[in-house]
């Protein structure tokens, strides 16, 4: 049987780019759907804020459980019709599903619907998380090394417009229509995204549907694992000391945002008496912007010079961002003074150190537990973000009072942290091992053939 080239994921650029693009728009989509549009709808029928608040908390919550998908990911497959995309296919599928069930929701103002909405919203999150953990595994999974920066930017870029399209864009049709007509659309953009997932192959050779021709074709994982061998393999995966120290830069980095997010908020609302709207506006679009360039250009950057090399460049600069205003937060409240400036300047610069270490990440993901690996360091930057966070409040109870200064001047010197533990990583040498292995593995398997 012969099979057209460039007709599959592995063996088309392209294809696998606008697949993996679009699959991390579905993924934002409903966050800023569930945190804009639904919120501001909700709130508008006369539900105050404790019962929004229900319905957002558990639309998010789904989300912490990455941790459960990866290793069933990696332990269940499926190796006949693709390693990651029955996954996908299944995902995208009970996603469209339960946004119509949604769109049967009743009269806004009713606590009826509110409770139908918030549980139908976090069943719908739990398959859009475990899309989430399934994509991952495809990226690292088919992404060459020569273009894994600039995807992962591409990716993220894509993840952004799709939480702006989710909530604003959401929120101006339910404005003109209905929260119905706003769902259904949702569902049919998901809907038109599972026909490319099933029409794609992850390899040639592959069967398209369960009753098709075809066989398993990816040498190193045609088996299914299980979830004891699974864990061995992560732990085996973890056992190098570049993979292991890149589970706390995962930790570190994030410690910087989840510090800035209240601390900035604060400061242009309570400090220069900014509006909420107001500060909503300049962060969704000078800050989305400069955090779409920040993203496209660390892809662009890490492929060409290097993941470990501009995550640290990027993490350098997000310090360099912040000791800045800290120092001159003084001249702050003068006429004129561009303080607007620090929110494209951060969230640009950890934009570009997102994207450059999540390449490198994805880069240094190997053995057969190699989703559950990429997981862990996206789970770990939660973790990191939420310690973040907490240190607004655990550094006035430290001992002393820090002022505004001494606040972003600690925020300026976390990102040197994870830029410490960076230094003399040999990523390469995680790449060597894992490439062995995969020739290994081939040569068994044509052996045993």
Known sequence: MSIRRGTTLSDSRSRRTWLL??????????????????????????????????????????WTFKFIWAPLIDSVRMPSLGVRRPWIAIAQFCMALTLLVAALSGSMDSDATLIFLAWVFFVHNCFASLQDVATDALAVDLLEDNERGRVNGFMWGSK????????????????FTNLQTAVLLQASIIVAVLALVIAWQERPGERRFPWSIGSAQAAATT???????????????????????????????????????????????????WTADRFARASGTWGTLAELFG????????????????????????????????WTVGTWHGPGYPHVLLLPAFKGTLAFATVSLFSLFMRVSWTRAAATQFTVYMSMSNVGYAIGAKLNAWLPQA??????????????CLPLIALVL????????????????????????????
């Not at 190098?240 to 604060?266: C, F, H, I, K, Q």
């Open 21 to 62: 693009c679009l699959l991390y728009f579905c993924q934002g989509f409903p966050w800023g759907f569930a945190t804009i549009a639904l919120l501001a709808t909700l709130s508008q029928a006369g539900h105050d804020k404790a019962e929004t608040a229900t319905v957002v908390a558990l639309a998010i919550l789904p």
């Open 160 to 175: 952004l417009f799709g939480i702006g399209v989710g909530g604003a864009g959401m929120a101006t049709v339910i404005a």
């Open 223 to 273: 088996t299914s694992l299980g979830m004891l061998i699974t864990l061995t393999e992560l732990k085996r995966a973890l056992s190098n000391r570049t993979t292991a120290t890149l589970v706390m830069v995962a930790s570190a980095y994030t410690l910087t945002e989840g510090l800035y997010d209240p601390l900035t908020v604060e400061f242009f609302v309570q400090e220069l008496g």
């Open 295 to 326: 993203a496209i250009l660390g892809g662009y950057a890490s492929d060409r010079f290097g993941r470990r090399r501009m995550a640290a460049a990027g993490l350098a600069s997000m310090s360099i961002v912040l000791l800045t205003f800290g």
């Open 399 to 412: 001992g002393f009072t820090p002022t505004l200064t001494d606040f972003y001047l600690v925020a300026g």
């Open 422 to 449: 960076l230094i003399g990583l040999d990523p390469d040498g995680v790449v060597a091992r894992k490439l062995a292995e995969q020739r290994r593995a081939a040569l068994a398997s044509s052996s045993a053939a």
